[in-house]
């Protein structure tokens, strides 16, 4: 079932600048989806219309199988969490434990509840021990953590992340997809902006590619990846290294649909057993 | 999406002038404003300034923020100077009743007057100063300054001061959209006095962030090492812009000779809007 569902979106910003052109698309319920394309392709337009951030021009939104045009921020921020690319746009409270508190609050939950939400979310993210520290004295990882967990403390049924790996190192990037992950297992959509293809081809489960306000590939990691060269050029971006050497190898009867490290070892080591 | 700093990339004759002829246009039109005390001068020249600002730009005055908050404080000046001005003592009738608001009594002639002077003065130089900086270049406009003799420093702190503006703006808008994703309502007045710290406290500390970034950056790159700095392209006026220079100052003296035979204000004598804006004896 679909929990988010755009039909025929466009819109147009001030200046005549046409951001989305007639976009269609269906977002399942418990699904990865990665939403990639080059600098202005309308991505972040896109997802902020899931939450009534911005308000189409033509077209139209559907959330849990309701049109959101008359519902504010507020009411869907209760459905459709969005984690901002910096983490520095969103916190402001001098403890983790009072920034992840901030969004139970506002949707009127008792104080009990309230701590109750914060308990699991600290864990969740394995952030407790950080509880008392002052959000900006951490790590930039770190900080992208304790913003996530304050959305996610919300318990949203959806989690738009615009782009969460910027700015990480190894360790950061590793720390958003295990939160990823475990998001996704308790059931929560997640739709993800990036540019970064190595994070998209571990954790998605569902590739939409766009360029020029449009959606030009949706498609699986693998099929993108691996056997649309022509869509990824189109965006100026580039499979992970890891499958590139794949498809370069496929001339030697290399299987071409690998996305990850570990794909390539275990093919590998398949090839030196035979 | 929008484009960051005041300029606007066009071809309009503004576009093309010397910043320095905006600057003496922008002091004329402030020197003029303000040594006459009456609203008739400050309208004609903001809506010439407006003209021009329209012909260089037509969306820039529909879309700046800064032209709307002129606005606001054009509408705000007249509203209170004409309600609690203390120099105000005839009441304004209309059809036999005077206009009143509760705790700040009638509207009055004089204080009218006054506000609509000190609106039409904010507009004129409001106008004047967005036609400065919309039609010129950054980079041109700090030549302009170091070539009217201002220190390069403070050139330089005056064109980040301008580009920074709507760099905050954009953040603030941001951080709004951000806090409004983690349920924060903004519909009651109570609601937006609750909204304050969440959204100044990113905005501050992001500004800090900033600018401690961009001193670093400047300094690393030896900002202010040398004090005689070289120019890629000299800036020269010609004919034209001498011609227009002296017709500005000619304007300004002789508008400041006329100061000193009369004052043009003819607040005691405002019983009409006709007599807002045109002297009774004439």
Known sequence: MAIIEVERLWHIYPGNICALRGVDLQIEEGSIVAIIGQNGSGKTTLVKHFNGLLRPTRGRVLVEGEDISTKTVSQLSRTVGYVFQNPRHQLFCTSVEAEVAFGPRNIGLSEEEVKDRVTDALEFFGISKYRNEHPYSLSMGLRKLVAIASVYSMHPRVMVLDEPTTGLDHIGVDRISIAVEQMSKKGCTIVIITHHMPFVAENAERVVVMAQGEIIADETPRKVFSNMNDVLKKTNLSPPQITELACRLSEFRFPREILTPREMCEALAGRLIK | ?282
């Open chain 2, 1 to 282: 999406m929008a484009e960051t700093g005041f300029y606007r990339k066009g071809n309009s004759v503004f576009h093309n002038a010397d910043p320095r002829m905006k600057i003496a246009w922008m002091l004329t039109v402030s020197i003029i404003v303000y040594i006459f005390f009456n609203p008739t001068i400050p309208l004609i020249l903001a809506v010439l300034s407006l003209l021009m600002l329209v012909w260089s730009n037509k969306k820039f005055v529909i879309q700046n923020p800064v032209a709307k908050a002129l606005l606001i404080g054009c509408v705000s000046s007249l509203i209170g100077h004409s309600f609690v001005n203390p120099q105000g003592v005839t009441p304004i009738i209309v059809f036999g009743s005077t206009i009143s608001l509760p705790f700040f009594g009638s509207m009055k002639w004089e204080g009218l007057y006054i506000g609509a002077t000190w609106a039409f003065r904010l507009l004129a130089i409001g106008y004047t100063s967005l036609l400065l900086v919309s039609t010129t270049r950054p980079r041109d406009f700090m030549e302009a300054l170091v070539k009217l003799k201002v220190p390069f420093r403070f050139s330089f702190m005056a064109l980040l001061s301008l580009q920074l503006i709507q760099v905050f703006d954009r953040d603030a808008r941001i951080i709004v959209d951000a806090q409004r994703s983690r349920g924060l309502k903004d519909v009651k007045i109570t609601d937006k006095i609750k909204a304050l710290l969440p959204l100044f406290t990113p905005l501050v500390v992001g500004s800090l962030e900033r600018i401690q970034i961009m001193s670093m950056s400047l300094e690393s790159r030896a900002f202010g090492a040398s004090t005689k700095r070289t120019e890629l392209r000299e800036m020269k006026l010609g004919t034209k812009s001498y011609l227009i220079l002296a017709l500005l100052i000619g304007i300004t003296v002789m508008m400041l000779g006329y100061r000193l035979t009369g004052d043009l204000n003819w607040m005691d004598r405002v019983r009409s809007l006709q007599s807002l804006f045109i002297p009774p004896e004439f």
